[in-house]
């Protein structure tokens, strides 16, 4: 029997996933014959990473990368490759238990007339682990949490104290002068929880709903009051207590426990907290308004903008903090390049999959028949010995005794190509506006070299290559006008004393709902330990990373962009969240900085996206592109996540999979109610 013949295109997290899923038994790769196709010499797409080798092997990223302890379909595929990678490299391989470190602690900023609020936000491990037995979390499940929740925050209010022990003060907070009329509320809320029986599943039986909503509505309304009274300093403890008990109200009102989060994603997040009577301080409140920065939830990164799906939002923010195993957040212990795209490079092509690097794909032309007939291919380079004959990684040797592991290079490995030094004199060939019109043309056919396409590229490229499929199909011009996208900047800044010494928000080790651009920060000193020495025998102490979404430039303004924007915001900002690097004037103190990395990213290969309220509706599931021969994959499709997230990504791939083989059977989060 003939082997069904998959082109992927693309090699970000959805693509390598696809391919796994697809290669995951013998059988399947007896089925399958997969060719995938990437421009330039990485695999990882956004979270590709590198190690310079002209600067002590140093990491340098897209931005700030961490893994949710809550995505469970990353880490149940992760556990099988890790397992296999080990096999396939046992020398280079990092053991699974060594590549990932819980991390449990975040400020989240909030602005305060011309000063900031700092909440600092710990939530505790738990002995979960990541993508084992994930426990599904209804909505009716959140709603009877909340309500939990709700009444445990206002006992702890009526004793003076913040809602919860996972709320730290980083200033000090004076908490309003309360009576026993929290407490009663709390009693009513338990009672009512009582009534639930254990099944919250019965939410819509015998009036309960109505009481558990004119409960919280009471909730609401005290909360609002107290907030009135509450003095200014310190954390807003009550715009949060006020802030959840009116996304419960939401829940109730709009009957999210039979109808679904999609139900409300043509409001934007904010809008739908307002319509169920949210004041100005709970929409201000930092648990809301860090989900927009975590997401980079700004219309064309302008902070002046924000714009997130109500449904995509809810649903992210409490399966965060409702359905994380382990930590909430998982550091990555070395690039995202290394420690994810390395271990499916390895694996895949051990299992017979050809990566065909240097691979642009200019367009998809559609059929008369309703497929696609064929693929045009921008050719970059030339392997010696072949188009699937590059191999990208070279071995990286940390020192100090650390495990060698095979790293992706700063740029091509442009000895293993014929026309090297052309490829060289080219520009950024991983680009796709720095790289067009350069290569040799070529076309792969529908029939003769590929039976299903599998369109894994980013939403920003798939609006230059597929113009042709939205004039064919209106569905997909849709989907492809309304997916939003933003720019985002990053930068990586490595200096000579310890994070610690800086102060203010340090501490917590994350940080995001600061001032742009560099809205968000992580301490990644961890990682300087995988770095080689100096020439003086010497790492740095600290590495910082800072991202955040920024508007696009244009022309020639790309052009050193991120040097003048990271500085700029350095020298404004850098010293109201680290009094430490205060130059003594307000600035930033230079002195003591070693090295720094930037870069925009505002390529269409590279935009981040978005989840704007009204589009969701338009986007096309994996198994659903409206071509008969084409399949999607990648985190701008509809799969119950819908929002810019490796999680995301890797459920398009389960969906995708599914569509095409019939595995895996069970995949997480595919449904609010499963």
Request: charged share 20%; aromatic share 10%.
């Amino acid at each position: 029997m003939s082997k069904t013949r998959i082109a992927i295109l693309g090699g970000g997290p959805a693509a390598l996933a696809a391919a796994f899923e697809l290669t995951a038994t013998p059988e399947l790769r007896e089925r399958y014959d997969i060719n995938l196709y990437q421009i330039g010499w990485r695999a990882g797409g956004k979270c590709a990473s590198s190690r310079n080798r002209a600067a002590r092997g140093r990491n340098e990223e897209h931005g700030l990368h961490v893994l949710g302890g809550f995505y469970h379909n990353v880490f149940s595929q992760l556990r099988p490759l890790y397992a296999e990678w080990a096999t396939v490299s046992p020398q280079t391989a990092i053991p699974f238990d060594e590549a990932f470190t819980g991390h449990d602690t975040f400020t989240l900023m909030q602005p305060d007339g011309g000063t900031w609020r700092a909440d600092s936000i710990m939530l505790p491990p738990n002995d979960l682990v990541p993508g084992v037995d994930p426990e599904a979390v209804t909505p009716c499940e959140m709603l009877t949490r909340i309500v939990s929740w709700l009444g445990d925050g206002l006992r702890r209010l009526a004793l003076g104290q913040p809602p919860d022990f996972w709320m730290r003060a980083v200033q000090d907070w004076n908490a309003p002068s309360v009576g026993e009329h929290l407490n009663a509320l709390a009693d009513r809320g338990e009672a009512l929880l009582a009534g639930l029986g254990g099944a919250p599943l019965r939410l819509h039986l015998d009036g309960l709903l109505r009481q558990i909503g004119a409960h919280i509505t009471e909730v609401q309304a005290t909360t609002r009051s107290l907030g009135e009274n509450a003095p200014p300093e310190g954390p807003d403890w009550i715009g949060a207590l006020e802030l959840i008990a009116t996304i419960a109200r939401g829940f109730v009102a709009d009957r999210l426990d039979v109808r679904g989060f999609d139900s409300i994603n043509a409001y934007d997040a904010a809008e739908w907290l307002r319509h169920h009577g949210g004041s100005d301080r709970a929409v201000a409140c930092t648990l809301l308004q860090a989900g927009y920065h975590y997401s980079f939830a700004f219309e064309d990164g302008d902070s002046a903008r924000p714009d997130i799906a109500a449904g995509v939002g809810m649903r992210g923010l409490l399966r965060m903090v409702f359905a994380y195993h382990g930590s909430v957040f998982m550091h990555m212990n070395g690039g995202m390049g290394e420690v994810v795209a390395t271990p499916y490079y390895d694996v895949l092509s051990a299992r017979g999959v050809r990566f065909h690097f240097f691979h642009r794909v200019e367009a998809l032309v559609p059929g008369d028949d309703g497929s696609v007939s064929e693929i045009r291919i921008r050719v970059q380079a030339h392997p010696t010995g072949g188009s699937a004959a590059y191999q990208p990684l070279f071995d990286y040797h940390p020192g100090d005794g650390q495990r060698p592991r095979r790293s992706w290079p700063e740029a091509p490995l442009y000895e293993q190509l014929t026309d090297g030094e052309a490829a060289r004199a080219a520009g950024n060939l991983e680009k796709w506006i720095d790289s067009a019109g350069y290569g040799t043309e070529v076309s792969l056919k529908a029939d003769a070299d590929f039976d299903l396409c599998i369109a894994g590229m980013s939403i920003g490229t798939l609006r230059e290559t597929t113009v042709a499929l939205g004039e064919a199909n209106p569905a997909w011009k849709a989907m492809i006008e309304s997916a939003g996208t933003t720019p985002t900047i990053a930068a990586q800044i490595w200096r000579e004393e310890p994070a610690a010494q800086f102060h203010g928000v340090a501490r917590d080790g994350l940080m995001t709902g600061f001032r742009g651009p560099h809205d968000t920060w992580g301490d990644m000193s961890f990682l300087t330990r995988l770095e080689q020495t100096g020439d003086d025998g010497r790492r740095p102490a600290s590495l910082s990373y800072l991202c955040g979404p920024i508007p696009p430039g244009v022309g020639a303004d790309r052009v050193g962009r991120p040097e003048r924007e990271t500085q700029a915001w350095l020298t404004s900002f850098a010293a109201q969240i680290f009094p430490g690097l205060d130059d003594g004037q307000g600035g930033y103190r230079l002195q003591g900085e070693i090295e720094r990395y930037t870069r925009i990213n505002d390529d269409p290969i590279d935009l981040y996206v978005r989840s704007p309220s009204g589009s969701i509706d338009s986007r096309l599931r994996p198994d659903n592109s409206g071509f008969r021969n084409l399949m999607l994959v990648g985190d701008w499709t509809r799969n119950n996540f819908d929002c810019g997230a490796v999680e995301t990504a890797v459920l398009s791939a389960k969906l995708c999979a599914r569509a095409i083989c019939g595995s895996p059977a069970f995949i997480y989060g595919e449904s609010d109610f499963a």
